[in-house]
């Protein structure tokens, strides 16, 4: 049994603590927030305790492994406190939304040997796997062309936006690291162009909600990626990869398989409502994988150098935006970081 501690009992905190409990190999010890009411309801509907300070969540006679799902500006301060505390680490992304920072702060977590992993859900996604697995097997011959979708439903909060990072970082972040580990290859260069179509306001945060990308791979395939913040049909989201034998594609996920068959037309169930819907068994999935490799001495995967790597991108990306060029990928310098191994 891996003792956990949750930094976090917002939103995404509350999925968390709902999978830390659910999960027969975790002990679900603590739940820590600088809203000591909202920690206690949320440990109390899950058997756990609220901490009465954060020093607790770091604890190595209390707990084995934390997992952090507190706000952004905090992630690198506690994935350092559990590298020094010598406890495992799950980590929301970002790391931090300064990518020097996030780059320090992951060289002092690799120099004390953490064991941390940064939680790219999606790929833990069961049809994202079988494609990866269809690709890996060279069933389709040489990959050509990678398309990804990621659309709606609905605009967040512009004191959300605010404090984002904005649509590259935020939100196409989690499909540069799709694209990256689906291809096995790291994009050198990208180009992005958007709008502020949905929601005109936010040009005020240098942001837009709709855009396109192209990342450009070492062998010369191509990714395309749009991204929407507002659609009027649900939540979309889908992959297809092409080779230069075949195709694979995890289609768009509807929210049930019924249909309706009358004179002259045909009903099907819609999109999911939301994003959350459409991607909410991953995150148990995440967990799992996480729990076993620390039981297991596994590699963990998405590591850490995943997690600056996918932010690199988004950050060429959001240079692309604001030049209207295609901008070089530079990547971390990672002499000093164990070699990444592809699992």
Request: with cysteine; hydrophobic share 40%; net charge negative.
């Amino acid at each position: 049994m891996q003792r956990f501690a949750l930094i976090g009992a917002g939103f995404i905190g509350s999925v968390h603590a709902a999978n830390l409990a659910a999960n027969p190999h975790v002990d679900f010890a603590l739940v820590y927030d600088v809203d000591q009411r909202r920690a206690e309801q949320l440990a109390d509907l899950h058997g756990a305790r609220a901490a009465t300070d954060l020093d607790q969540t770091f604890d190595p006679d209390q707990v084995d492994a934390v997992f952090i799902a507190s706000s952004t500006h905090t992630h690198a301060e506690n994935l350092r406190r559990a590298a020094d505390a010598g406890v495992a680490a799950l980590c929301e992304k970002p790391i931090d939304l300064d990518l020097a920072h996030a780059v320090d702060v992951v060289g002092y977590a690799t120099e004390r040997n953490a064991r941390a992993m940064v939680n790219f859900n999606r790929r833990f996604d069961r049809d994202y796997v079988e494609l990866r697995r269809v690709v890996d097997s060279g069933e389709i011959g040489e990959v050509e062309l990678i398309q990804l979708t990621s659309r709606g439903p609905a605009m967040p909060p512009l004191s959300y936006i605010e404090v984002s990072g904005g649509q590259m970082r935020d939100q196409t972040v989690h499909f540069f690291d799709l694209a990256r580990w689906i291809a096995g290859v790291d994009p050198v260069e990208v180009f992005a162009t958007g709008s502020t179509l949905a929601e005109p306001r936010l040009a005020d945060y240098g942001d837009v909600d709709t855009s396109a990308v192209v990342l450009r791979l070492p062998t010369g395939a191509l990714v395309q990626i749009d991204s929407t913040r507002r659609t009027g049909y649900g939540y979309d989201e889908r992959v297809e990869v092409l080779g230069s034998t075949g195709l694979v594609e995890a289609r768009r996920q509807r929210a049930g398989a019924v249909s309706r068959y009358t004179a002259g037309r045909v009903v099907d169930d819609g999109l999911h409502a939301g994003w959350f819907e459409r991607v909410r068994p991953t995150y148990g999935a995440a967990l799992a994988h996480f729990v076993t490799a620390l039981e297991n001495d596994q590699v963990i995967a998405p590591s850490l150098d995943d997690g600056l790597k996918a932010q690199a991108i988004a950050e060429a990306a959001t240079r692309s935006l604001a030049t209207g060029k295609s901008e070089p990928i530079t990547y971390p310098t990672m002499q000093a970081y164990p070699s990444s191994r592809r699992i």
